[in-house]
């Protein structure tokens, strides 16, 4: 069994910056492509970032290239997402995921394993 767990979620302003963290036990981490989504009250989950194995590639939706960063240390079978510049549309439910495959993925459907969750709010 694979259990993910995500931290560092919080209230901060429009303009601020926050760190996400993901932390993973129960199986092989450095195998795994990972993947950071998120859904906002009343809308579907959304996908955000995701990382191979290697961290040799990175996929962004959109809306967050350029403010936000997806990077892993596979020595401390951790994910991380730098979030900057933040927007009140990022608000949300972080989740991450971890896929049985090695390499990016930006379906939801690519991912076997699942966080709780953290909430990152923005205000305006």
């Known amino acids: 069994q694979v259990q993910l767990e995500e931290s560092g979620g919080g209230l901060v302003q429009a303009g601020g910056s926050l760190r996400l963290s993901c932390a993973t036990s129960?199986?092989?981490?450095?195998?795994?492509?990972m993947g950071w989504f998120r859904q906002a009250p009343g809308k579907e989950r959304e996908f955000v970032a995701t990382i191979d194995w290697s961290s040799t590639y990175t996929l962004y939706t959109d809306s967050v290239k350029g403010r936000f960063t997806i990077s892993r240390d596979n020595g401390k079978n951790t994910m991380y997402l730098q979030m900057n510049s933040l927007k009140p549309e990022d608000t949300g439910i972080y989740y991450c995921?971890?896929?049985?495959?090695?390499?990016?993925?930006?379906?939801?459907?690519?991912?076997?394993?699942w966080g709780q969750g953290t909430q990152v709010t923005v205000s305006s």
């Open positions: 129960g199986r092989t981490f450095s195998g795994s492509g």
């Open positions: 995921a971890a896929s049985q495959f090695s390499g990016v993925g930006r379906s939801a459907y690519q991912y076997d394993y």
